[in-house]
Nanobody, 123 residues
Framework: QVQLVESGGGLVQAGGSLRLSCATS????????MAWFRQASGKERDFVAA???????YYADSVKGRFTISRDNAKNTVYLQMNELKPEDTAVYYC?????????????????WGQGTQVTVSS
């Protein structure tokens, strides 16, 4: 069983930055595709960014150029650096892991999920 624990959320003013972290248990972390999703109140959970086992990265158009996903396999941790934050980035951010060695943008593509961390961007 893989456990994911997010941290780093909080309240920030528009234009500010936050870095989210997701610590992962499991011996095969380096083989997982890791992703971040977010869910605003009353809305569906949406793809934000992903990084594959080969370090290929993918982003939603809404965050491209502002957010950066990275991973540290030695620490079993994936990060999401969020810059130039906007009020519309306000959401609960979830970390997810996919053990299939493939990449997908759908929620259903991911096997494991964290509990989420709240990010609030004030205007």
């Amino acid at each position: 069983q893989v456990q994911l624990v997010e941290s780093g959320g909080g309240l920030v003013q528009a234009g500010g930055s936050l870095r989210l972290s997701c610590a992962t248990s499991g011996r095969t972390f380096s083989r997982y595709t890791m992703a971040w999703f977010r869910q605003a109140s009353g809305k569906e959970r949406d793809f934000v960014a992903a990084i594959t086992w080969s370090d290929s990265t993918y982003y939603a158009d809404s965050v491209k150029g502002r957010f950066t996903i990275s991973r540290d396999n030695a620490k079993n941790t994936v990060y999401l650096q969020m810059n130039e934050l906007k009020p519309e980035d306000t959401a609960v951010y979830y970390c997810a892991a996919d053990s299939s060695l493939s990449f997908g943008r759908r929620v259903s593509a991911y096997d494991y999920w964290g509990q989420g961390t709240q990010v609030t961007v004030s205007s």
